[in-house]
């Protein structure tokens, strides 16, 4: 089979936005269990969990554009969470903007910020240029700190009254065919519509012409200037898009938790590290996959804290339980170091053995049944 | 006059300690062309080591800390042979990945193996201070201006006069070609990580001595300060990196001690590092003394 003829086979089903029957057929599920969720799960535990999944989910397809498509790696995403959750406390709970404007403001600002690290890449490579946008992560947290009048300072800020509402829905207090739903409940359906608008966005970005651009800088980023692709233009906007879809993530994070207040630059780096472990596990190179890795590893700490009981049997020779459910309680690991360590243990072990993350596995079990079917094996979906 | 003198005491001293932690980044960098994020983890789970041999068995101090360099070489060897080896080939921002997911690992099993918030570490020159005209001098200092001096002539020697350090710069320049000539390429990627691995403990005792004897696993923190120096100074070059140690020392320590801090508020030392970083970045892409990347077409 000639080279020419793959190429073209595969190109065109990725031009589509839902390419075949099956995946078509995923997608109308994922709506109806979206729908069916919070009526099921009536718990404001896990509506808070699933949403932050959600906000998680929407600054992860921000994160897959640029590094799994543009194939730079930042490690200051974190940093834009932060700016978009005290875009929301500023604008949303100080000023009473309305819902859409707040969250205009935090995409825009996640934007800028993101046009503003662009000439970096452009001048730096690699290792350089990750610590670059390290430095972003410090920079924003002596910003957050000092300028109180905006931030709150130390003391951080509610977020509890800024807007939910739009037109006449109001995602606070949601009333739908006479029934009432919970704040909880009501965040749920916003991050996840969020995170269906943004995988649109996101979809559309990289099936069409400037994402096929954004591959060519990855691939070979010399080669695409020579053939017109301009490096300038699109690594800027891979950073003013995914930092726009970080702003707006911890826009919604924020809502979500209800109170932003500053954490030290170590945290925010290991947030920044679980956002990279997020798209690596969920699948580098795809948007479902950044969203599959938000929803099994971004709550992955409420859910080490929540379980933690459920083990307490003691290990035999150290006479102590797997996890403390309390800080008091004499665990061999605590249930925040328990999670941290999962997350580290989970991002080597899928970059040795699964680099192409679930979305790799799902990929391989697709070929696999379509073997025998007339479905064509490389018209699998590689987006 | 005084005041500037003192603080330019401090700035070396502090120049010395980044240099140090900064050293371990680049000798992992110049033989194997690897980014170690993990190098923050090293620093911390070393000084735990120090305190774990010193004070908890109460080994005399120097035998403690030789005892550790030789258990961190050990970890940071098997690390290297364990996680990055299988990766050496793989897409180019792989390994940097899973020395950010190793640092994560080595942080929390820090906080779980020493369970107590802090520790004091005990170490011979303790808090002692000798006055040279007027100025006062801090023993600790004199120690880690001492140790970082050491580490660089050591890794000069190396690289320069031994078979082992030639073996490691033909690694660095080319790994097929290394391995063509008969160099071991694997034994080269062991040896600087263990070497590296050795540093961070002297890094990491220097560090906690420094910052009062108390250690904290905020001290990987202070770690990821070094950051700037190494860049600065450029990846691939044990000099660079002590130059760009002492320079971000001093401005550090200089800022601290002449700005106000009603204007620069607080945390601002930090930032300063990164953002000087920046700048010398836009300035010169490769720091100071790196070597300047050729890309073929």
Not at chain 2, 27 to 44: D, E, I, M, R
């Amino acid at each position: 089979m000639s080279s020419r003829a793959d190429a073209a086979r595969v190109a065109t089903p990725s031009m589509k936005l839902l390419p075949d029957k099956l995946t078509r057929m995923m997608f109308g599920l994922a709506v109806l269990i979206f729908l069916v969720t919070p009526l099921v799960l009536d718990d404001d535990f896990w509506m808070t969990v699933l949403a932050n999944a959600g906000a998680f989910a929407v600054a992860s397809i921000g994160l897959s554009i640029l590094t799994g498509f543009t194939g730079q790696v930042s490690l200051g995403h974190a940093a834009l969470l932060t700016i978009g959750g005290y875009t929301v406390g500023y604008f949303g709970a100080d000023h009473g903007w309305p819902m859409w404007a707040w969250m205009l403001a935090a995409i825009l600002i996640g934007a800028l910020v993101g046009v503003a690290i662009g000439p970096f890449a452009l001048r730096l490579k690699g290792n350089y240029l990750v610590v670059v946008t390290l430095a972003l992560v410090f920079i924003t947290g002596y910003v957050v700190e000092n300028w109180t009048s905006v931030t709150g300072g130390f003391d951080g800020k509610s977020v509890n009254s800024a807007s939910l509402a739009i037109g006449p829905v109001d995602f606070g207090e949601l009333h739908i065919f006479g029934r009432d739903f919970s704040r909880e409940q009501g965040i749920f359906y916003l991050c996840w519509i969020m995170v269906a608008l943004t995988a649109l966005v996101g979809r559309n970005i990289i099936r069409t012409r400037p994402g096929r651009a954004m591959r060519a800088v990855r691939d070979r980023d010399v080669a695409a200037e020579v053939i017109g692709v301009s490096n300038a233009r699109y690594k800027i906007a891979a950073f003013a898009i995914s930092s726009a879809m970080a702003g707006l993530g911890g826009a919604l994070y924020a809502i979500s938790l209800r109170f932003i207040s500053p954490s030290n630059p170590a945290a925010e780096l290991f947030l920044s590290i679980r956002f990279v472990a997020i798209i690596i596990v969920g699948g580098l190179g795809t948007i479902y996959g950044a969203v599959i890795g938000a929803l099994l590893l971004g709550p992955l700490p409420e859910l080490v804290q929540e379980f933690a009981g459920l083990f307490d049997f003691t290990i035999p020779i150290v006479d102590r339980p797997l996890v403390g459910d309390s800080p008091a309680d004499n665990g061999i690991f605590s249930a925040a170091s328990f999670s941290e360590i999962l997350f580290g243990v989970l991002l080597v072990v899928f970059l040795i053995f699964a680099p192409e993350g679930i979305a790799g596995m799902i990929r391989r079990l697709r070929r696999r049944l379509a073997g025998r079917s007339n479905v064509d094996p490389d018209n699998v979906s590689d987006n | 006059m005084e005041k500037f003198f003192q603080l330019f005491v401090a700035a070396i001293a502090l120049g010395g300690i980044y240099a140090l932690i900064a050293l371990g980044f680049v000798v992992v960098y110049k033989a194997t062309g690897t980014f170690n994020f993990a190098q923050g983890g090293f620093v911390l789970l070393g000084a735990y080591l120090v305190y774990q041999f010193g004070d908890d068995w109460s080994l005399p101090f120097f035998v403690a800390l030789i005892l550790a360099m030789v258990v961190m070489a050990g970890v940071a060897a098997g690390i290297e042979r364990v996680v990055i080896r299988p990766m050496i080939n793989g897409p180019p921002f792989t390994i940097v990945l899973i020395t950010l997911g190793v640092l994560l690992i080595i942080e929390q099993a820090v906080r779980t193996l020493w369970s107590e918030p802090a520790y004091v570490l005990t170490t011979p020159w303790g808090n002692g201070v000798t006055e040279v005209a007027g100025v006062s001098i801090r023993h600790v200092d004199m120690w880690t201006v001492g140790f970082a001096t050491l580490v660089l002539g050591g890794f000069f020697a190396i690289f320069r006069f031994t078979t082992i350090g030639i073996a490691m710069r033909a690694t660095a320049f080319d790994q097929e070609a290394a391995a063509a000539q008969g160099i071991k390429v694997g034994r080269s990627f062991s040896i600087s990580w263990a070497i590296a691995g050795a540093v961070a403990v002297v890094a990491g005792a220097m560090l906690t001595s420094r910052t009062g004897s108390v250690l904290t696993p905020g001290l990987s923190f202070i770690a990821l300060r070094a950051f700037p120096a190494m860049i600065i100074g450029g990846l691939d070059s044990p000099g660079g990196a002590v130059a760009g140690g002492v320079v971000i020392g001093v401005v550090e320590v200089m800022a601290l001690g002449y700005l106000d801090f009603d204007w620069i508020g607080s945390g601002f030392e930090v930032v300063l590092a990164y953002v000087l970083m920046i700048i010398v970045l836009l300035w010169r892409p490769n720091g100071l003394f790196g070597t300047r990347a050729v890309q073929r077409v």
